[in-house]
Each structure stands twice: as structure tokens, then as C-alpha cells.
């Protein structure tokens, strides 16, 4: 029988085939690219206080829930019969108890969609539950669900109304749209997102256009500490650009707007299932594919919001509940078994930029955490590598194309336990500010 060393010597032969390796970090081989020329102006722009506030909150859920559950839509006319909408079974408590026992911090609801229904009350419309199956007002059940919970509230007010006769004239259905904005906003507690989009109908481009300033002053005056996402021309939160959930390439909160750089977090959202809105014959997402929109969203750099429809009674579907807890899960254990590290030095030679960490002991590493101070010192790193040393040579675990508030990369699973690991920041717009590293097995 071969001695342990021996052994170990042989699989670490044979896993040195398929990981690239580094024998040296000489200043010609690892050159931190510079920065480029607008960095300067980039790194001005920082979080907002409600910004940086809002960032903490890594998951939250979209909850699409309204006239279309009764019809099996996507999207409604606003033509549609009110009674028909008569959850038999409603329990928003469910809802939140689901998400929040998951790990969602937060809760968007679908206050009003396109075709105009409204979840509650409104003054301003018949349109609406008060004149439902059920006359209840989901609204306000969901944000004390929210607060019995400690989940946070948030909702969305669709711009596109269907069934507003002042829809296409411009200055009247604004003036509607800010007194359903601020019902919402002064009758529910505290809010921590509006969500909009810049839906609006075809027919109706060039004739209705959005009062966006006067919106968004709104939210400001009345809800101080609500971050407004993705429909207004500077919005607080921005959109990631697809509705698969992922982010792809690099992914950084600061960009540019109307002539200057702004704050904006990107935002991943996605349905649980294939529709928004719930349909009996579709079925969640594998736990396989959540886990990789949540690598994809808030491994990088982003929040991630994740739509859950209730079904006709007015519940989550068991299928969903089953799989949301797999989901929180999975992503418990990511972060189950920290490793304590510590840095032992600090590489800094003009343009080499190398962060070496020493482990406890000699462990396999899964996942490593990243996070700059970016709430003082915005984003600045670009690209960076994480190396694995066994002697003097180094094998590379994995690469991410940004760092900001946070960035997993996964390592590669045949690394070999090391308690050496050094960190490379290979392009940045200045001198890197970290707040966290963290290595977990």
C-alpha cells in the first residue's frame, strides 16, 4: 500500500492536468491594467442612504396576483367582469410565511397590472376588489402579512391602465395615476420599493406619456425611504435587462444617464414558473435552475426577484411552497461552514495587486465571497482571480468579471485542499477597498 503522501502526490498530478496553474506572479505576467479614462467620474457616484439600505436585501419576492389569475391571462384587457375575481381560500400569510421561511426579505405585489384591476379599494375606480367576488382588499392583508412577518413592502402600480377612460390623455390620466400612487402610499405603512415598468400600449405611443418627475417626487415626499425601480429615466433600482433572472457579463451599479453617472443596483427578476400570473398546468422551476439564476443574480452583484403567483384560492401552490424551501436550503448551505482565514500579506508594487490568505488548516474550499466598501468607495474592481497555492505553484479556482457588494465565485470541484489562497485583482478603476472575504467549504 502506497504512503498518504504518495498518494496525495499522485491525485494532485492528475487534478494539475485539468486546472490552469501559475508558477509565478512576476510584475511582467500579472500587470494590472489601467484604469480607464472616465474612472474618476465613475467612482463619484455612491449609494443613496435608502440605496444602500434597499442593497441589503439580497432576495425579495414578486407576488402576480389579479383579474388575470381568474382568466387564465398574461396580460388583461381591463374589459373583464370584477366578480369574477373571488379568491375562496385567501391566506397572504401563507404567502409571506413561505418566502420569509426561504430566506426573501422582502414582497412586491401587483397592486394594479395593465389591465387595471385594482387590489384595493381605490376611490378612483370601480375597477377594482370592491367590486369583486370577494371585496377583500389584498393590499392591505399583504402588508400586514409583510409586517407580521418582518418582510418588507413594496408593490407595483402598472403605468399602462387598460380600463382608465383618461388613459391617452396625457395630463389627466397622470393626475390619476398620482392619486392611485399616493393611496398606496399613505394607507399601507412603510414602503420599501415601487416598482414600476415603462409598459404602455401600442396605440396609445406618442399620445400618452409619463409624468415621471412629478411620480417620483411623489414616492420622495411621501415615502422617503422607497427606492423606485426600473421605470424612470434615473431610477433607484435598475433592471438587468432580461426576465430570465441572470446577469451576463459584467455587472456594475454605476452607469450612465442623461449626460452623468448615477447609483442604480441592478435588479434580476424572474418567475418561478413559466408564467407570471399562475396557470394549473405549469410546473417550478427544478431546485438545479434556481440555484443557478441565484449564482447568476446575487452572486453577481445584483438582487434577485423572484415571482410567485397564488393560485384561484388565493395560496401559494404546495408545489411552489415545496420547492421554495429547497431553495432556502440550498442556499443555507453555501454559507454553513465558514473557514476562518487571515490575510498575510498585501501585494501592492505599482501595478500588482495580490491578496494572499492563510487558512485554519488544509480544507476544500466550495465558494468564495467578495465585497468591496462600495457604500464610501463605490465600485472599483474590474476583474479578479482566485488561485489555490500547493508549494509554489498556483491553480486557478475561478474568475469574476466584477466585485461590488458582492460576488460568488464558484470553485472548481476537483481543487485540491490547500490552506494557501491568493486573490488577484487583475483590472480595477483604483486601488481596491475591501470590506469581505470569505471562504467557505
Known amino acids: 500500500m502506497k504512503p498518504l503522501s504518495a498518494i496525495f502526490a499522485c491525485l494532485l498530478m492528475f487534478a494539475s492536468l485539468f486546472i490552469p496553474r ?8 500579472w500587470y494590472l491594467k489601467p484604469p480607464p479614462e472616465n474612472a474618476a467620474e465613475k467612482l463619484a457616484a455612491l449609494p443613496s442612504e435608502r440605496q444602500i439600505r434597499h442593497a441589503e436585501n439580497e432576495m425579495y419576492a414578486f407576488f402576480h396576483f389579479g383579474i388575470n389569475t381568474f382568466t387564465g391571462s398574461e396580460w388583461g384587457n381591463g374589459k373583464e367582469n370584477p366578480t369574477i375575481f373571488n379568491p375562496t381560500a385567501l391566506d397572504t400569510d401563507q404567502w409571506i410565511k413561505t418566502i420569509a421561511d426561504a430566506g426573501f426579505t422582502g414582497a412586491i405585489l401587483t397592486a394594479k397590472h ?16 370592491k367590486s369583486s367576488g370577494s371585496q377583500t382588499n389584498v393590499v392591505k392583508a ?10 418588507k413592502f413594496g408593490f407595483y402600480l402598472s403605468p399602462w391602465d387598460q380600463n382608465a377612460p383618461s388613459y ?12 392611485q400612487l399616493t393611496e398606496l402610499l399613505t394607507n399601507y405603512g412603510e414602503v420599501f420599493e415601487v416598482w414600476f415598468d415603462g409598459a404602455i400600449g401600442k396605440e396609445y405611443e406618442g399620445i400618452q406619456t409619463y409624468d415621471w418627475d412629478r411620480w417620483v417626487a411623489v414616492v420622495r415626499e411621501l415615502q422617503p425611504n422607497a427606492c423606485t425601480a426600473i421605470g424612470p429615466p434615473i431610477p433607484d433600482v435598475a433592471w438587468v435587462g432580461n426576465e430570465q433572472g441572470r ?10 444617464r442623461h449626460g452623468q453617472w448615477v447609483w442604480a443596483k441592478n435588479e434580476c427578476d424572474v418567475s418561478i414558473r413559466p408564467g407570471w400570473f399562475y396557470h394549473a398546468k405549469e410546473k417550478p422551476k427544478s431546485i438545479d435552475q434556481l440555484m ?3 449564482y447568476n443574480s446575487v452572486g453577481k452583484n445584483c438582487t434577485l426577484l423572484l415571482n410567485i403567483p397564488p393560485n384561484q384560492e388565493g395560496l401559494v401552490d404546495q408545489k411552489d411552497v415545496k420547492r421554495l424551501a429547497e431553495m432556502g436550503r440550498a442556499i443555507k448551505a453555501i454559507y454553513a461552514f465558514p473557514i476562518p482565514s487571515t490575510v498575510t500579506s498585501l501585494d501592492k508594487d505599482g501595478e500588482v495587486y495580490a491578496y ?7 480544507q ?6 467578495l465585497s468591496e466598501d462600495v457604500n464610501s468607495f463605490s465600485e472599483r474592481i474590474e476583474r479578479f482571480t482566485v488561485y489555490a497555492k500547493i508549494g509554489k505553484i498556483y491553480f486557478k479556482g475561478g474568475t469574476a468579471e466584477s466585485a461590488g457588494g458582492k460576488t460568488i465565485v464558484r470553485l472548481k470541484k476537483i481543487m485540491p485542499k490547500t490552506d494557501s489562497y491568493r486573490i488577484v485583482v487583475a483590472q480595477s478603476k483604483a486601488n481596491p477597498v475591501l470590506r469581505d472575504v470569505g471562504f467557505y467549504g
Open 292 to 294: 443557478n439564476i441565484y
Open 247 to 256: 446577469a451576463k457579463g459584467n455587472v456594475f451599479s454605476v452607469r450612465k
Open 364 to 369: 476544500q474550499v466550495k465558494h468564495v465571497v
Open 22 to 29: 501559475e508558477k509565478s506572479f512576476a510584475k511582467d505576467a
Open 168 to 179: 391617452g390623455k396625457s395630463e389627466a390620466y397622470n393626475d390619476y395615476y398620482v392619486s
Open 356 to 362: 494572499d490568505f492563510k487558512l485554519d488548516s488544509k
Open 142 to 151: 399583504f402588508a400586514e402579512s409583510c409586517k407580521n412577518y418582518g418582510v
Open 114 to 129: 395593465h389591465d387595471g384591476f385594482c387590489l384595493w379599494p381605490s376611490e378612483y375606480t370601480d375597477f377594482s376588489v
